[in-house]
């Protein structure tokens, strides 16, 4: 019930990420979480925006009272639920405000939501029926509409991916699909509805 404790953190190549010294209480536990010690888990980014952590080894040692051999621990991190992103303020995982998602939910905040879909917590859904989504680092970006729509699309803003509806009055008969339609992608949603046709005689066109 009495003696120091010395607790390492390893990473895979076997560098000392965190070192902590603890002693004893009267009832011979060593609470590391008085000390406020935390470790720096290792990780890679991948290409995609996913984070993946490395495996880490924790090796307790006795410094002071019995002597035993040291004690190795293979520590693995869990990522946090989907729609959610690792708070490095709060050392937590946190739910995504509203409006926003996640997809790789380790990372450290979450993206805003694109006019084109819905995110309710921290999950995104499309918003127009029909509409086709790709991953693109990390985020949703809109890649086809169903016919009567405009596809929005920003290179470097994906929050404006959205589906346009013809208004009443006019029509598209073909479905709009990114780099393949370039006449039916519009860089904004104000000059979307002009590259919608003109209902002709004869015709109903209720958008």
Not at 99 to 110: E, K, M, V
């Amino acid at each position: 019930g009495t003696g120091l404790i010395e607790a390492k953190a390893l990473d895979g190549e076997g560098n000392v990420i965190m070192t902590a010294f603890q002693s004893f209480n009267p009832d011979g536990v060593a609470d590391f979480s008085l000390t406020g010690t935390s470790v720096p888990w290792p990780s890679v980014t991948t290409p995609d925006g996913q984070r993946v952590y490395a495996q880490v080894t924790l090796r307790l040692s006795l410094l002071s009272g019995v002597s035993l051999p040291p004690l190795e621990l293979r520590l693995e991190r869990l990522p946090c639920p989907q729609g959610s992103s690792y708070s490095t303020y709060h050392s937590k995982c946190e739910v995504c405000p509203e409006n926003t998602y996640n997809i790789y939910s380790d990372l450290t905040g979450c993206f805003q939501c694109p006019v084109g879909g819905i995110c309710l917590g921290g999950v995104f859904r499309a918003r127009t029926l029909g509409s086709k989504w790709v991953i693109e680092g990390g985020r949703y970006r809109l890649e086809e509409c169903p016919a009567g729509h405009i596809i929005t699309h920003v290179r470097e803003d994906a929050s404006q991916d959205q589906c346009v509806l013809c208004p009443r009055g006019k029509y598209q008969p073909d479905r709009a699909v990114l780099g393949e339609t370039p006449h039916l992608v519009s860089a904004g949603a104000a000059g979307a509805t002009q590259l919608c046709l003109e209902c002709v005689n004869g015709m109903q066109c209720p958008g």
